[in-house]
């Protein structure tokens, strides 16, 4: 079992930055890709940008460029830096997390919100 806990969400005015953190506890030596995922509302729940043990990253192409995904393996920590925000970033968002076992998890999400 893994346990997330995402932060770091709340209101921004357009072209602002937030950064969302999460949390990772439990069976964490069995983590491999970190991912955080994002659902508006009315939306299916799409991948925004995901990390790999190695520190590969991949990203979405509406978020290429403002975006950075991180993690921390020693902390068991991820971050996804978020710039030049936009409304239609406006979601909530949740990290996500794959292991060894080829199991899925996933945070109670944070909201984002960009609005003026």
């Known amino acids: 079992q893994v346990q997330l806990v995402e932060s770091g969400g709340g209101l921004v005015q357009p072209g602002g930055s937030l950064r969302l953190s999460c949390a990772a506890s439990?069976?964490?030596?069995?983590?491999?890709?970190m991912a955080w995922y994002r659902q508006a509302p009315g939306k299916q729940r799409d991948l925004v940008a995901y990390?790999?043990?190695?520190?590969?990253?991949n990203y979405a192409d509406s978020v290429k460029g403002r975006f950075t995904i991180e993690r921390d393996n020693a902390k068991s920590t991820g971050t996804l830096q978020m710039n030049s925000l936009k409304p239609e970033d406006t979601a909530v968002y949740y990290c996500n997390v794959a292991t060894t076992l080829g199991r899925s998890y996933w945070g109670p999400g944070t909201q984002v919100t960009v609005s003026s």
């Open positions: 990390i790999s043990p190695g520190g590969t990253t």
């Open positions: 439990g069976s964490i030596r069995i983590v491999t890709t």
